[in-house]
């Protein structure tokens, strides 16, 4: 008579080498999240440090552009004609005055100066010698210019485009 062999129990469903695998993939995915974390937290370092700069960079020209400004307030003051403000805000430098021609007999001037801010941009000022409130002058412009021109022919490199 023949001897039957003992019948092997199956394996079971998940073995050892799948849990492996599973428990790699799982790591890779964490690895790969963290990657992209860290990555994106770099670039908000990056755009707040430049942000934080050109913050910087504009209350620099305003503080200058404030100063200029009392300067101008202390001329207009202590100025008694048109002609006299004219000669002593011309002597100041970086500044533009000219004569608007209004409806009242008095002609009020048009003041105008450039503060840079940073190599593409300056804060330019307009102001008027009318009074205004408790002030000597009216701020006809407080903005911010481009210094360079603009192009719209400039491309933006896109995944997949070739350069030619």
Known sequence: MTQLK?????????????SFMLIIFIVLCLVV????????????YQYSKENSLRTQEYYDASNQAEEKLASIDSILVD????AICIQKLKQLDGITVSEID???????????????INDTENLYVALSNKPYANQNYTILSWSQKSTTEWSGHQKLPVLGSHSK
């Open 6 to 18: 003992p019948r092997k129990k199956p394996y079971p469903p998940i073995n050892i080498g799948t």
């Open 33 to 44: 999240f963290s990657v992209l974390s860290l990555s994106s937290t770099w670039k908000d």
């Open 79 to 82: 100025s008694s004609s048109t």
């Open 102 to 116: 209004s409806d009242t007999t008095e002609s009020s001037l048009l003041i105008e100066f450039q503060i840079p």
